[in-house]
């Protein structure tokens, strides 16, 4: 099973791209929250939401879990999800 928490944003008013990702198996410091979070969030289980124009989405694979979710719907789990993985 994959032990990789990645995620990338695309959309936004200039289009820019941003990913990044942990490797929950590394020594990195940021390995017990995310652990956590990601036992925690169900990504099927957000409502399905439209892309705001101009808005972000974020594409998320949390070791194996993958969905997309636009930033109107984003949990608080997932807003720290991305803090951890992109620095934001």
């Given at each position: 099973?994959?032990?990789?928490?990645?995620?990338?944003?695309?959309?936004?008013?200039?289009g820019l791209n941003r990913?990044?990702?942990?490797?929950?198996?590394?020594?990195?410091?940021?390995?017990?929250?995310?652990s956590t979070l990601v036992?925690?969030?169900?990504?099927?289980?957000?409502?399905?939401?439209?892309?705001?124009?101009?808005?972000?989405?974020?594409?998320?694979?949390?070791?194996?879990?993958?969905?997309?979710?636009?930033?109107?719907?984003?949990?608080?789990?997932?807003?720290?999800?991305?803090?951890?993985?992109?620095?934001?």
């Open positions: 099973m994959s032990r990789i928490v990645a995620v990338r944003r695309s959309g936004g008013f200039a990913s990044g990702e942990v490797d929950l198996d590394s020594d990195d410091d940021r390995v017990p929250e995310l036992g925690a969030v169900d990504l099927a289980a957000i409502a399905e939401a439209r892309p705001r124009a101009d808005g972000f989405v974020y594409r998320f694979d949390l070791c194996g879990d993958t969905g997309s979710v636009p930033e109107q719907a984003l949990t608080a789990d997932l807003r720290r999800v991305i803090e951890l993985v992109l620095g934001q």
